[in-house]
């Protein structure tokens, strides 16, 4: 499969607990995105990288977020101190950059975080 | 700031119904809009796009057109299957350099025989 690839696929975890979650890239793609989806909603932007820099995160991401690419490749989101307003789904992407004509957004499967 | 706008759900049609999901959007200078589709138990899938005014996106027998002077993307097919069943997203692509996508609410079809 050479699609975007999220895990777990699910997580289920206690308020308070930390929980990582890993994204891998369509392996050419130099940009990868994290959006967040709620029951209901669209996904919503949340950071992006383009090769190992983060260049830019939106508001929704509180000081308890931090993402990470280190290698330009995979990447991983964590969010520390869960709280129940974080359960969501958590959405990779990835593309190349502009300006390249071909950068539309590929989607992974997602992450669906529960916490109770 | 941008915003999409789309027509609530649920959708119910008989199979070969003619569909229409209307959407409309809020940008500065001139995105680029996408629809995608989520089925049941899995991720999003680009269905179709439209990079400037007047293109036609089109794909499965969906097609939309980029309104610039109503700023529209309403999705349309002529006989919908069963197997459309999904819910669908329509989404611009700020001009900016991070090209983040924002997405409207999405629209559930739900189509029986």
């Known amino acids: 499969d050479t699609g975007v690839s999220q895990d777990p696929r699910h997580k289920i975890t206690k308020r308070g607990q930390n929980v990582t979650f890993r994204c891998d890239p369509i392996s050419e793609h130099n940009r990868l995105y994290w959006y967040r989806q709620t029951l209901g909603q669209g996904p919503e932007f949340l950071t992006y990288f383009q090769n190992e820099a983060q260049l830019e995160k939106s508001r929704l991401l509180s000081d308890r977020f931090s993402a990470e690419r280190p290698k330009g490749s995979f990447s991983t989101l964590e969010i520390q101190r869960t709280e129940q307003g974080d359960s969501a789904m958590y959405l990779c992407a990835s593309s190349l950059a502009p300006p390249s004509s071909y950068n539309e957004q590929f989607f992974g499967p997602g992450t669906r975080l529960t916490v109770l | 700031g941008n915003s999409v706008t789309q027509m609530e759900g649920p959708v119910t049609l008989s199979e070969e119904a003619f569909l229409t999901i209307n959407c409309t959007y809020t940008?500065?200078?001139?995105?680029?809009l996408f629809w995608y589709v989520q089925y049941p138990g899995e991720g999003l899938q680009l269905l179709l796009k439209a990079t400037k005014a007047d293109d036609k996106g089109s794909n499965k027998g969906f097609e939309a057109t980029y309104r610039k002077e109503t700023t529209s993307f309403h999705l349309e097919k002529g006989s919908v299957q069963v197997s459309d069943s999904a819910v669908y997203f329509c989404?611009?692509?700020?001009?900016?350099?991070?090209?983040?996508?924002?997405f409207g609410t999405g629209t559930r079809l739900q189509v029986t025989l």
């Open positions: 989404a611009l692509r700020s001009t900016g350099t991070a090209s983040k996508l924002t």
């Open positions: 940008a500065t200078g001139y995105p680029s």
